[in-house]
């Protein structure tokens, strides 16, 4: 069935760094674009990044531009999202989530959702 | 940014209610709002896309509506499974934005 998990999250000093990945299964990986978004427990969702199905062209919020990094490996069937000079504010749990609809539309939603990575940012 | 203004942030209902919960983003995002249902520890479900469009193995107690800037979804008639956080979502522009979040408990 669909499935993506994600590892990689743990603690991490403030301006250390970390590499979350996502390992998707159940459907053609390279055939769809795929998100990356935050969630400090008990708050809301926040949109971080999303990249093409074939890397080709991202996207990013303005938080954590020229900090985080989203890339993936379609031979791996993997996500991942880099994360550099880590801050206090970005400890929260991190999910990857499948872009739908397939490339060819420009509006994409998240259909398919990891059970996240927690990240921790403290000395 | 495209602002998501959720409200009420907390709803208390009893199961056999109908309940709706409204989202407004600060500028047109066309149909491009989604609906996304979360429980505590969870990930986020999917609900409804395009505004309207009731996605796959979802309850047809649920429905969405809207265009533009005013959004709502409904639930006709509140199950013990639908006492959870919903959160509405802009994929019109980047950066996409969500709604804060109403949460519907008893």
Redesign the interface.
Known sequence: QLQLVESGGGVVPPGGSLRLSCAASGFTFSNFAMHWVRQVPGRGLVWLSLIWHDGSNKYQADAVKGRFTISRDNSKNTLYLDMNNLRAEDTAVYYCARAFPPPGYHYYYMDVWGRGTTVTVSS | ?IQMTQFPPTLSGSVGDRVTITCRASQSVDS?L?W?QQKPG?????LI?KASSL?YGVPSRFSGSGFGTDFTLTISSLQPDDFATY?C?Q??T????????TKVDI
């Open positions: 940014d491009w989604a996304y969870k990930a986020p479900k999917l896309f996605e959160f979502h994929y019109h980047y950066p996409q934005t969500f709604g804060q979040g």
